[in-house]
């Protein structure tokens, strides 16, 4: 059982940086990848970033590389998304998802390969 909670949402002007966590837990941590993924008012959810828990290796939406930045701190438990230079278009619902069975070959970018998600907090970017 892994239970994840996000924090960090809100309002920000077009250009301007936000970060997001996610506090989880869970009995262990060896095989876990944690996602980002987003949500926009009338379409499909979709990756934005994840990372494994043991190796820290990362991947990213093309849409954000460059721009979003994914880690985590062991000792807290906690992924991170940092969002600078947000444009409009990153508006949505952010939500953070475990994946407790993660192989090097997963499908990172497939919603359906994690088994937990947050509640989901609202980013919303103003032009």
């Known amino acids: 059982q892994v239970q994840l909670v996000e924090s960090g949402g809100g309002l920000v002007q077009a250009g301007g940086s936000l970060r997001l966590s996610c506090a989880a837990s869970?009995?262990?941590?060896?095989?876990?990848?944690m996602g980002w993924f987003r949500q926009a008012p009338g379409k499909e959810r979709e990756f934005v970033a994840a990372i494994t828990w043991s190796g820290g290796v990362k991947y990213y939406a093309d849409s954000v590389k460059g721009r979003f930045t994914i880690s985590r701190d062991i000792a807290k438990h906690t992924v991170y998304l940092q969002m600078n230079s947000l444009k409009p278009e990153d508006t949505a619902v952010y939500y953070c998802?475990?994946?407790?069975?993660?192989?090097?070959?997963?499908?990172?970018?497939?919603?359906?390969?994690?088994?937990?998600w947050g509640q989901g907090t609202q980013v919303t970017v103003s032009s």
């Open positions: 998802a475990a994946d407790t069975n993660w192989q090097s070959y997963s499908p990172y970018r497939s919603s359906q390969e994690y088994d937990y």
């Open positions: 869970a009995r262990t941590f060896s095989r876990i990848a």
